[in-house]
């Protein structure tokens, strides 16, 4: 006859023991199991985890390739703008003239505005990273 389990019952990884859970664990496994288990070691000792440097360092790579374009395409629409109408040199002087032109589909502001937008996207991309 066998006696009843208590509250743990070993686990068992092939025939090594690798610790006690409590019986309503017993059904988890893969990554919540082995995230519990690291996050029970002592001093978090078993947190060996890749930094994944080379896929960080060309991810930056990529932002700052994309910054520098959109910083070269931000240039040619100010240049564009100091030829252009008066209501250009106005929006390159004054936030709300900008912002009032940017919203004409026919004004050239309207670009520049998605521009500036998808620069600030970005930088907050890069400066998170």
């Keep these: 006859?066998?006696?009843?389990?208590?509250?743990y019952h070993l686990f068992f990884d092939g025939n090594r023991r690798v610790g006690r859970e409590k019986k309503s664990n017993m059904n988890e496994t893969g990554f919540?199991?082995?995230?519990?288990?690291?996050?029970?070691?002592?001093?978090?000792?078993?947190?060996?985890?890749r930094g994944f440097h080379r896929l960080s360092a060309r991810n930056l790579l990529h932002l700052?390739?994309?910054?520098?374009?959109l910083e070269h395409r931000l240039e040619q629409t100010d240049t564009a703008a100091k030829l252009g109408d008066s209501e250009s040199l106005r929006s390159l002087r004054s936030w709300e003239a900008f912002e009032e032109n940017?919203?004409?589909?026919d004004r050239p502001?309207?670009?520049?505005?998605?521009?500036?937008?998808?620069i600030?996207?970005?930088?907050a991309s890069y400066r998170k990273s």
């Excluded at 082995?34 to 002592?42: D, G, T």
């Excluded at 940017?102 to 589909?105: I, L, Q, V, W």
């Excluded at 600030?120 to 930088?123: G, K």
């Design 102 to 105: 940017a919203r004409r589909a």
């Design 32 to 49: 919540p199991l082995l995230s519990k288990r690291l996050a029970n070691l002592p001093d978090c000792e078993g947190f060996i985890f």
């Design 64 to 69: 700052e390739a994309k910054l520098a374009f």
């Design 1 to 7: 006859m066998t006696s009843r389990p208590n509250a």
């Design 120 to 123: 600030r996207t970005t930088l």
């Design 109 to 118: 502001e309207k670009e520049q505005m998605e521009l500036n937008e998808e």
